[in-house]
């Protein structure tokens, strides 16, 4: 959320600061629409106070409230963005944007290909000249970066989805003689570091957590990206550098009806391809909607 919320942010050209809102007992067991749009049902209420904002961009469920309430206090002068779906009439914001494979639609709602994010080739250009990068490669072989999430509502990441990952990641560095960059990310199971640790830790790279998160450097080097198919984001900001991405899709615990349609849209455009433990080269215009979304917000404000 903070990639999709702060990389719009930047594009759109605004200093911001990040405002941590929780809704309280009993208000987080509501449905949204049930919620007041007050500042009294957040933990924190006091985060909303200070100088009133231009431009107000939210994302996920516990943004939704504060946004609507500072509209509701300010009105026209500011401007509120959603990102992801609300699940509510969407009437209440200035704008919503949602990638594609949601369901939503409507005269305010602007549709983007993947999720939004700030991954930006001024970016990646910089990480590749990171003492970080130069750990990552192996400077003779190819560089795989294999990017890890983790459990959420739809995908548990069991042991066999580890298994099969790990049987298809050596099965690739025996026929392609390539180096893994292997990273995680804060929802990563430790057992499954630990794992990926104990298989690939002696000849490749495996991120342990600790220091500079290497995760731009990885998008920089690589010359193919293995990612879990659990994060659209991920994935999103996986394809930014427009290297080949593969997608291990993980074990549904229940029915990821979204997820399926978003990796299908993104393999239907040429973008991803299904991770089998083989390498292939293919090129595609990686999916950026940020810059598109930053400038219609800049001329609905009126800003030149």
Known sequence: MNSQTSGLARAVGFEFEFKDTVMKFPWNCFPTAWVPRSKDILKRPHVLDGEPPRL???????GIIPA??????????????HIQDPKIDTGGFDLV?????????????????????YVTRQKLDEAARSPE???????????????????NGYYSFSNADVEHLIAKLKRVTVSNDVHLAILKSRRTPDEVALRMNKEFGEHHYVW???????????LAVADYVVATGD???MVTEATAAGRPVFVHHLTETRP??????FH???????????????????????????PKVAKLIRERMGIE
């Open 264 to 290: 299908e849209m993104f393999e239907e455009a040429g973008i991803t391809r299904p991770f089998h433990g083989d390498l292939a080269d293919w090129s595609y215009d990686p999916p950026n909607d940020t």
């Open 56 to 62: 107000v961009v939210s994302c996920g469920r516990h």
């Open 97 to 117: 944007v949602v990638p594609k494979h949601d369901d939503t639609r409507g005269p305010n709602v602007y549709l983007t290909m993947g999720a939004l994010h």
């Open 68 to 81: 609507l309430y500072l509209k509701k206090k300010l009105g026209k002068h500011v401007f509120t963005v």
């Open 133 to 151: 990068a130069a750990r990552l490669t192996s400077g003779r072989k190819a560089t795989v970066a294999v990017l890890l999430g983790g459990k």
């Open 231 to 233: 994060s659209v984001s």
């Open 256 to 261: 990821a009806r979204r997820f399926r349609r």
């Open 208 to 218: 342990d957590g600790n220091g500079a998160n290497p995760y731009f450097a990885a």
